[in-house]
């Protein structure tokens, strides 16, 4: 029995030293606190010329401040206005003709808002970010714009 605790201890010192030391890391998703890091949070992600024709087309979907929406609808046609999901959303389906929840392009606008603004989210990082109060119009058009530069940047490698 004691050799039994012994290995269990073992064992769980040896995970807390891989998640001190990188290894093994805790990360926040839409899905909550997960242990490891999944393919989809991954940023090798790869990309292709429709992942910036999708953001290139929410960019400008999200022209001016009178086209954005601050609150979220669950139905995205019920406005004119749209907020940063539904523009993606709208995007994505006018480019491929279909929405893919883990797009690339649609990725790489989650890791801008966690590089720029990881505060602003809780549960899902687009429509969190785009609903908090200290998000402006502003900040819509740097992830948007950030997320571009580095779609172009892989482009280019």
């Known amino acids: ?10 064992a769980l010192l040896s995970l807390g030293a891989f998640i001190v030391f990188g ?11 997960v242990l490891g890091l999944p393919d989809y949070e991954k940023r090798s992600i790869h990309v292709s010329p429709v992942d910036l024709e999708i953001l290139v087309r929410a960019d400008t979907l999200l022209a001016d401040e009178g086209s954005w929406r601050k609150e979220h609808l669950s139905d995205c046609s019920l406005s004119q206005r749209l907020d940063l999901y539904c523009a993606l959303k709208q995007a994505s389906v006018t480019v491929t003709g279909r929405y893919v929840h883990r797009q690339p392009a649609i990725q790489e606008v989650r890791f801008a808002i966690d590089d ?3 505060e602003r989210w809780s549960k899902h990082r687009l429509i969190d970010f ?3 109060q200290e998000t402006h119009f502003s900040d819509i058009k740097s992830v948007l ?13």
Not at 23 to 33: L, Q
Not at 145 to 157: D, N, S
């Open 1 to 10: 029995m004691k050799q039994k605790i012994v290995y269990i201890l073992l």
């Open 23 to 33: 290894v093994i890391g805790v990360y926040k998703t839409e899905n909550g606190i």
């Open 116 to 118: 720029l603004y990881r």
């Open 130 to 132: 785009n609903t908090n």
């Open 145 to 157: 714009a950030r997320a571009i530069a580095t779609v172009k940047t892989k482009l280019e490698r």
